[in-house]
């Protein structure tokens, strides 16, 4: 059983295209999370879900907007891709409440814009 | 400057040696945790604290919170823990977001 998955696993589009990538947990999780690792391999925080509502938006473009039909699912959708957003997209979810949990991370999704 | 410093940068050892990767944190925290993610991307929690030392296998996490800083030690290493290591601190006045490391590459030889 896959704890959190994320689809597609390799996107290849071209500029100026829209594309949305999905990310399911099947944890009972809270919060979810969506971060981007550059080429440097330097994750950063993107978004963060509580229980369907928008907890963290960091300074990311606005052509990104994520978007949570249920605590399960927190999907991300790019529009007008540019050469700058390739790169590798996690998903990931947590826990919450008192305390601090650990994250749980998805797959991975890489991202190649053309 | 990264509120997250990890060093070395890069590490190679050999099969067998003890392998310590340091993590250095400006801000104060409410956690911090240890993450492998290995040549195929996946990305693995190793330990998550907040005090003290955890261990789980080969692998011991200490960290000090005085000293805002937080050491992982892998005993008797072997090939397959070559991977990325990184250290991700939870920020004590900002929810659950982390901020990230920029990782230490391990590679153990046979």
């Known amino acids: 059983d896959t704890a959190v998955s994320q689809t597609p696993k390799y996107l290849v589009t071209q500029m100026g295209n829209d594309k949305s990538i999905k990310c399911e947990q099947n944890?009972?999780?809270?919060?979810m999370y969506w971060y981007k690792q550059d080429s440097k391999k330097f994750l950063k925080i993107m978004f963060s879900?509580?229980?369907?509502?928008?907890?963290i938006n960091e300074t990311v473009p606005n052509r990104f907007s994520p978007k949570s039909p249920d605590k399960a699912h927190l999907n991300l959708h790019i529009n007008s891709l540019e050469l700058g957003d390739s790169a590798v997209y996690f998903c990931a979810s947590a826990r919450e409440g008192q305390g601090a949990y650990e994250q749980y991370f998805g797959p991975g999704t890489r991202l190649t814009v053309t | 400057k990264n509120e997250v410093e990890q060093s070395p940068q890069n590490l190679t050892a050999q099969e067998g040696e003890f392998i310590t990767i340091n993590c250095s944190y400006s801000v104060g925290i409410s956690a911090l945790h240890w993450l492998q993610q290995h040549p195929g991307g996946g990305i693995v929690s190793l330990f998550m604290l907040s005090s003290g030392k955890k261990k789980h296998g080969r692998l011991i996490a200490t960290i000090n919170i005085q000293e805002k800083h937080s050491s992982l030690h892998i005993t008797a290493s072997h090939p397959r823990d070559s991977a990325v290591y990184i250290c991700a601190v939870r920020l004590g006045t900002s929810g659950s977001r982390l901020t990230f490391g920029e990782g230490t590459q391990l590679t153990v030889n046979p």
């Open positions: 879900y509580n229980n369907k509502e928008l907890i």
């Open positions: 944890l009972g999780h809270d919060t």
